[in-house]
């Protein structure tokens, strides 16, 4: 039993076979296998759907300290109205690399939405999240540039470079993202965004 055999099965369509390797495994606090039974139960995939199931392994993988487990923790939290619950989760996950928390953090950042309002930090993770694709991220980092101004946009982007600097090697020992990719957060909406003035964050989504 291991998660790379039970992400092997999950990759061939053999769900049952994924989830026979991975529960023991969860069971015994692996972080990767707690993840990846998030996804089954997240997805209905070799167990019965069941998204309250799928929350609690999600939490624990995250409150260990596993980072896609705190993205898509949080991010579940947030789009379930429960932001103040979901900040913590989605500043780590952040602050770790991610670039959907990186997304929805920079926005709440820049609107004062369940954290305070800080507009250099808002302008580096959103930068941080455009630079790793996502490309609502740099819809928002545009209209971003035009409500910071050029001080704070300087140093956004100085703060940017600097994680870009320290962000960890992306390689993992542990396959467990490649059970399934976490839902992303929704573009952002049409009128120009984030208002500041309207305290609304995009949905995570």
Do not use: C
């Amino acid at each position: 039993q291991s998660v790379e055999a039970g992400v092997e099965a999950w990759q061939a369509g053999n769900h049952a076979e994924a989830i026979r390797n991975w529960r023991p495994l969860a069971d015994r606090g692996d972080q990767d296998a707690q993840f990846n039974l998030g996804h089954a139960y997240r997805l209905g995939r070799g167990v019965p759907r069941n998204m309250q199931l799928a929350e609690q392994w999600y939490e624990r993988a995250a409150r260990a300290g596993h980072l896609e487990a705190q993205a898509m923790y949080g991010l579940i939290l947030f789009q379930n109205g429960r932001r103040a619950e979901a900040m913590p989760f989605v500043q780590r996950a952040a602050e770790g690399g991610d670039a959907r928390a990186q997304y929805v953090y920079g926005t709440a950042l820049f609107n004062g939405d369940a954290v305070q309002q800080d507009l250099p930090r808002a302008y580096a993770f959103m930068t941080r999240a455009a630079e790793q694709g996502l490309p609502y991220a740099r819809t928002q980092l545009t209209e971003m540039g035009q409500h910071v101004s050029p001080a704070d946009g300087a140093r956004g982007a100085e703060l940017a470079a600097q994680m870009a600097r320290a962000a960890p090697d992306s390689g993992r020992t542990q396959v467990a993202a490649a059970a399934s990719p976490p839902a992303p957060p929704a573009p952002p909406p049409s009128s120009p965004a984030p208002a500041v003035q309207g305290k609304e964050v995009p949905p995570a989504d």
